[in-house]
């Protein structure tokens, strides 16, 4: 009862008040027992994932919605329409914590209302499901123009992106080199009987069967080993640092690829972690400590380095630009909720501020990786083409996993070999 209600609320905080689900659910978990937290936490991902899909199937059974005040009821109802539709939660034990909850919601009245709504759910699941997948916004639980960008750039694929966005991903591992090879770890994996799905022979990456505690991994409290996705570890591998360079890792929290560079290339003359957002530089700084890594760590704006930076140029700029997230929603399902359509325009023109900027602290001969975690073209090869267009000593280096000249870059999309996804254009400057 008391986890359908912090569900509710958490729901009504993210959808209604904008607020994003990593900042308001740990605080919610707070004030629940640890037997109750994973499940809080699946209820929040589930119902976020497939929103307005159960948003359809509710507004189906009922003739007007709850307003105003009893607005969090209207989440506890998701909540409940989420769990005898995708969990395998006893329908009788749902429906029967969902009602009750309505008492700490200061809900008693719609007791009844909610008790017979998800009781119609219940016997008409499959005619309603039916019903409301005849519109593609409900059937993927995606909003329109998030589903209609993605169907203008990849008409063949965008339903496959779209099911990708709502499965649960996957836990990938990254080795740390300097401890271990991934043959070594895969061994202390297998003595803790912990199954490896898939591996990455670009990088030190794992994918792990099945998601678990970080606590029951062999040695993360020692450093021997990260969480990072596959389509993340990419970018060390691809910036390929060399001996003596100086290194820029710009937007750098929450440090996951700084601390990969510095695995990967132990003798760098110093590595730069910059981000604007101080209260997430303290991630960096963690994960620094428990890998026993040093990285001069500046909070700072990546679009005025004169206001950061007086040391030599870089040889390398990781460039990991802000962007719509939208190649990671199935870790992040608010993102669907929380992003809007006027974002990217905005998203777009602070992207290529940061480019021009961070360019001028390159090198001659120098590197720039830019990265993103979105699958839309305006911020990524469309961003690059730009780019190049107007930067004379820009040269762009072709990947092997290339989208050529109308598409230059890497693009992963979401699945794509069980990572998240990601983009990837390397510039050497003339």
């Known amino acids: 009862m008391k986890t359908r209600a912090h569900a509710a609320k958490v729901l009504f905080e993210v959808v209604e008040q904008g607020a994003s689900l990593s900042a308001v659910l740990p605080a919610a978990q707070q004030q629940l027992a ?17 929103l307005s899909r159960l948003e359809a199937i509710a507004a189906a059974l009922m003739s007007k919605p709850l307003k105003g005040k009893y607005r969090t009821l209207h989440y506890l109802l998701l909540v409940g329409i989420y769990q005898l539709l995708y969990t395998r939660i006893p329908p009788h034990a749902a429906l029967s914590e969902t009602v009750s909850a309505c008492r700490l919601l200061k809900g008693d009245t719609f007791r009844g209302m909610l008790n017979g709504v998800l009781r119609n759910v219940q016997r008409q699941a499959e005619a309603l499901q039916l019903r409301v997948d005849e519109q593609e916004t409900s059937r993927f639980a995606h909003p329109k123009w998030l589903l209609q960008r993605l169907k203008a750039a990849y008409p063949g694929q965008y339903t496959a992106i779209l099911d990708a966005n709502n499965q649960r991903p996957p836990l990938w591992l990254r080795v740390n080199r300097r401890h271990h090879d991934r043959a070594s770890y895969l061994a202390l994996l297998a003595a803790q009987e912990i199954d490896v799905a898939g591996e990455d022979p670009g990088s030190e990456g794992l994918c792990l069967a099945q998601p678990c505690e970080v606590s029951q991994l062999p040695g993360f409290a020692e450093g021997w080993v990260s969480v990072q996705d596959g389509a993340a570890q990419q970018a060390a591998r691809l910036l390929d640092p060399q001996p003596g360079d100086w290194v820029l890792d710009a937007c750098a929290a929450p440090g996951g690829k700084t601390a990969h560079l510095l695995e990967r290339q132990p003798a760098l003359a110093g590595l730069v972690a910059l981000d604007s957002d101080a209260k997430r530089l303290a991630r960096v700084h963690d994960n620094l400590q428990r890998l026993q890594l040093t990285a001069q760590v500046i909070c700072g704006d990546a679009a005025r380095p004169q206001a950061w930076w007086n040391g030599p140029d870089f040889d ?9 997230a939208t190649g990671v929603i199935r870790r992040h399902p608010d993102i669907k909720w929380l ?5 990217i325009a905005e998203l777009v023109t602070l992207q290529g501020k940061i480019l021009d900027a961070l360019w001028c602290k390159l090198k001659p001969g120098g590197t720039l990786l830019y990265a993103t975690c979105s ?15 107007r930067t004379p000593d820009a040269q762009l280096v072709a990947l092997p996993q290339d989208g050529g000249v109308d598409r230059p870059g890497w693009q992963l999309l979401p699945g794509e070999g069980n990572m998240d996804g990601f983009y990837y254009a390397k510039l050497i400057k003339r």
């Open 375 to 389: 699958v839309l073209p305006d911020e990524n090869c469309e961003q690059i083409k730009a780019f190049v267009a």
């Open 34 to 50: 640890a037997k109750d937290r994973a499940l809080l936490q699946e209820l929040c991902f589930g119902s976020l994932r497939w």
């Open 316 to 324: 390398r700029i990781l460039l990991d630009a802000p962007c719509s």
């Open 339 to 343: 992003r809007r359509n006027e974002d």
